[in-house]
């Protein structure tokens, strides 16, 4: 049993990450979702003299307190601002050809959420933003008064598969008409019209999430980025991958699958042309979840799953 006691806040599933990523403590490690340097410091705590990890992120806040943070690891550690859909890109920067093992992080850092200033949650009446990297030109402001109704719908049933999508886009429209809507606290008036007035859950919750994963284009941005960082993996190199929310995991889990399978031919032809080997092995073949005694102390472990695939 572990203690979980720590002056930093430490995220969901560390010590399940750390064991099923970290196979040789001298190798090159990257952490493509630095966000509070949690796992970051993790990963550094547990290499030799030879290891190595580099860090990405978008957001100059989470780099900027990274910095002080993990600072004492001198030349160990290295941080590069960029999506980590560009990870082949941050690996040449850094003078990298293959790595031992990559870690994802997928969603929303604690501290973006609860800055009221970003504008990600329906908590805090404050402008509509909710950019991971403040430097993009799309925000959630131009989301919700640009799109027109239709693609309206279509991000918040793909995205937030929310029941009651066609109802908030139209009411979204309406309010459009009579004047642009500035702030989040105005969004979530016009999302609770459209709700039953006793919903369990805040009737806010999918549709912010669908208008966040369209702003940071999440689901392209993971779909690449698994391809891209699978590639960069050495021979027996690990990638690891947390997710929130089924509409991530199962991205992670039917490119993993595909990985992990060799031949494609159709199931009609008898013998085999596509020539296709499985690259990869699933580590666990069921995702890895948060122990009994994480899901006491932090709510958002409860939808938290780990998927690791080592490369062949």
């Given at each position: 049993?572990?203690?979980?006691?720590?002056?930093?806040?430490i995220?969901?599933?560390?010590y399940?990450?750390?064991e099923?990523?970290?196979?040789?403590?001298?190798?090159?490690?990257?952490?493509?979702t630095?966000?509070?340097?949690?796992?970051?410091?993790?990963?550094?705590?547990?290499?030799g003299?030879?290891?190595r990890?580099?860090?990405?992120?978008?957001?100059?806040?989470?780099?900027?307190f990274?910095?002080?943070?993990?600072?004492?690891?001198g030349?160990?550690?290295?941080?590069?601002?960029?999506?980590?859909?560009?990870?082949?890109?941050?690996?040449?920067?850094?003078?990298?050809?293959k790595?031992?093992?990559?870690?994802?992080?997928?969603?929303?850092?604690?501290?973006?959420?609860d800055?009221?200033?970003?504008?990600?949650s329906y908590?805090y009446?404050?402008?509509?933003?909710?950019?991971?990297?403040r430097d993009?030109?799309?925000?959630?402001?131009?989301?919700?008064?640009?799109?027109?109704?239709?693609?309206?719908?279509?991000?918040?049933f793909?995205?937030?598969?929310?029941?009651?999508a066609?109802?908030?886009?139209r009411?979204?429209?309406?309010?459009?008409e009579e004047?642009?809507?500035?702030?989040?606290g105005e969004l979530v008036?016009?999302?609770?019209?459209?709700?039953?007035?006793?919903s369990?859950?805040?009737p806010?919750?999918?549709?912010?999430?669908?208008?966040?994963?369209?702003?940071n284009?999440e689901?392209?941005?993971?779909?690449?980025?698994?391809?891209?960082?699978?590639?960069?993996?050495?021979?027996?190199?690990r990638?690891?991958?947390?997710?929130?929310?089924?509409?991530?995991?199962?991205?992670?889990?039917?490119?993993?699958?595909d990985?992990?399978?060799?031949?494609?031919?159709p199931?009609?032809?008898p013998i085999c042309?596509?020539?296709?080997?499985?690259?990869?092995?699933?580590?666990?073949r069921?995702?890895?979840t948060?122990?009994?005694?994480?899901?006491?102390f932090?709510?958002?472990?409860?939808?938290?799953?780990?998927?690791?695939?080592?490369?062949?």
């Open positions: 049993m572990h203690e979980i006691e720590s002056e930093y806040h995220p969901v599933l560390y399940e990450t750390l099923t990523l970290i196979t040789n403590k001298d190798g090159i490690y990257v952490d493509c630095l966000g509070g340097g949690g796992h970051s410091e993790g990963i550094l705590k547990e290499l003299e030879k290891g990890l580099i860090s990405i992120d978008q957001d100059d806040q989470a780099i900027e990274a910095k002080k943070r993990l600072e004492k690891y030349s160990k550690w290295s941080v590069f601002k960029s999506n980590f859909e560009n990870i082949e890109t941050v690996l040449y920067m850094a003078g990298v050809d790595v031992t093992g990559i870690l994802m992080d997928i969603g929303v850092s604690s501290t973006q959420l800055d009221p200033e970003r504008g990600f908590r009446d404050t402008k509509l933003d909710m950019r991971m990297n993009d030109k799309i925000s959630a402001y131009e989301v919700v008064n640009n799109y027109d109704e239709g693609e309206l719908v279509r991000i918040f793909e995205y937030g598969e929310d029941r009651f066609r109802k908030v886009a009411l979204i429209c309406q309010r459009r004047k642009s809507i500035e702030t989040t008036d016009i999302i609770r019209k459209a709700y039953p007035p006793r369990e859950k805040h806010a919750k999918k549709v912010f999430q669908a208008i966040r994963i369209e702003v284009r689901l392209e941005v993971l779909k690449n980025a698994i391809t891209k960082s699978f590639n960069s993996l050495e021979k027996g190199g990638l690891a991958i947390i997710t929130f929310h089924s509409l991530e995991d199962r991205i992670v889990k039917n490119m993993f699958r990985l992990c399978t060799g031949c494609k031919c199931k009609e032809i042309v596509c020539n296709e080997t499985p690259k990869g092995k699933l580590v666990n069921k995702p890895i948060s122990s009994q005694e994480e899901l006491k932090n709510n958002r472990a409860h939808s938290a799953k780990l998927r690791v695939i080592e490369k062949l």
